[in-house]
């Protein structure tokens, strides 16, 4: 796997006390720089996630129930046949709840609640390695009779996640090697030995979502999905040991 690295590595100020200095001789492993850097790496995602479901709304809990098994199993049966694989397919969210209306009697000025009836809402997550399948998965259980899509998720599998931050660490690290050894040349120093490592945490990357409120729409030409590279960054400080140049 290839990856686009950019480093941006900022040495400290070299603080050690001036009599530290002229006993640099006799005490090297005494002295130390310490060196701060970070390494930035671009990827395309490898993973995209896809959100969506179906709204029923009856008279009754179990016609609203009814409805709605019938509408998701016209939309799963569709996709199954899109290429979609069983284990892609999670319940995300379902449930049953009773829906009112609010009647105001201007007469008495009471307020009453009435019942319109029952929603019942099954919400679905499709995840797949397959990102040119997005947009034909929308519009097929759209078509089938999903009226809400919440969001699409674009990110990294774990395995990638994970050879990118190998990478991220070994090039910050050999980098602020290199910073360091470049500061130490110019005052007749080098690099002895390594007295601390400090790993940060990573910083990203922030799943790329694509919102869509409450969709009930019958497409009328394809849906166009993108998606856009993630970036991943981390930082870490190392201590060197340092002592004069050997002649």
Same mark, same amino acid.
């Given at each position: 796997?290839?990856?686009r690295?950019?480093?941006?590595l900022?040495?400290?100020?070299?603080?050690?006390?001036?009599?530290?200095?002229?006993?640099?001789?006799?005490?090297?492993? /005494?002295?130390?720089?310490?060196?701060?850097?970070?390494?930035?790496?671009?990827?395309?995602p490898?993973?995209?996630?896809?959100?969506?479901?179906?709204?029923?709304?009856?008279?009754?809990?179990?016609?609203?129930?009814?409805?709605?098994?019938?509408?998701?199993?016209?939309?799963?049966?569709?996709?199954? /046949?899109?290429?979609?694989?069983? /284990?892609?397919i999670?319940?995300?969210? *379902?449930?049953?709840?009773?829906?009112?209306?609010?009647?105001?009697?201007?007469?008495? =000025?009471?307020?009453? @609640?009435?019942?319109?009836?029952?929603?019942?809402?099954?919400?679905?997550?499709?995840?797949?390695?397959?990102? /040119?399948?997005?947009?034909?998965?929308?519009?097929?259980?759209?078509?089938? =009779?999903?009226?809400?899509?919440?969001?699409?998720?674009?990110?990294?599998?774990?395995?990638?996640?994970?050879?990118?931050?190998?990478?991220?660490?070994?090039?910050?690290?050999? %980098?602020?090697?290199?910073r360091?050894?470049?500061?130490?040349?110019?005052?007749? @120093?080098?690099?002895?030995?390594?007295?601390?490592?400090?790993?940060?945490? *990573?910083? =990203?990357?922030?799943?790329?979502?694509?919102?869509? @409120?409450?969709?009930?729409?019958?497409?009328?030409?394809?849906?166009?999905? *993108?998606?856009? %590279?993630?970036?991943?960054?981390?930082?870490?400080?190392?201590?060197?040991?340092?002592?004069?140049v050997?002649?």
């Amino acid at each position: 796997m290839k990856y686009r690295i950019s480093l941006i590595l900022l040495v400290s100020v070299l603080c050690w006390p001036a009599a530290l200095l002229a006993d640099a001789a006799a005490a090297p492993g /005494d002295a130390t720089i310490n060196v701060s850097g970070s390494a930035v790496a671009s990827e395309a995602p490898d993973r995209v996630s896809v959100t969506f479901g179906v709204e029923s709304l009856e008279p009754t809990s179990q016609a609203a129930l009814a409805a709605n098994a019938r509408l998701m199993k016209s939309a799963v049966d569709a996709l199954r /046949d899109l290429g979609v694989e069983e /284990d892609w397919i999670s319940t995300s969210r *379902f449930s049953i709840h009773a829906q009112y209306d609010n009647h105001h009697n201007r007469q008495t =000025g009471e307020n009453k @609640q009435v019942l319109r009836g029952y929603r019942v809402s099954n919400i679905l997550r499709i995840e797949t390695p397959k990102l /040119d399948l997005v947009a034909p998965i929308i519009d097929t259980a759209v078509e089938a =009779g999903v009226n809400r899509v919440d969001n699409i998720q674009f990110f990294l599998s774990p395995a990638a996640m994970s050879d990118l931050q190998d990478a991220l660490i070994e090039a910050a690290v050999n %980098d602020a090697r290199e910073r360091a050894e470049k500061a130490l040349a110019a005052l007749g @120093q080098q690099i002895t030995g390594v007295k601390q490592v400090n790993l940060a945490d *990573f910083a =990203g990357p922030m799943p790329m979502q694509l919102n869509f @409120q409450r969709m009930e729409v019958a497409a009328s030409a394809p849906t166009q999905v *993108f998606a856009s %590279d993630q970036q991943v960054r981390t930082s870490v400080s190392v201590t060197f040991l340092i002592g004069p140049v050997k002649q």
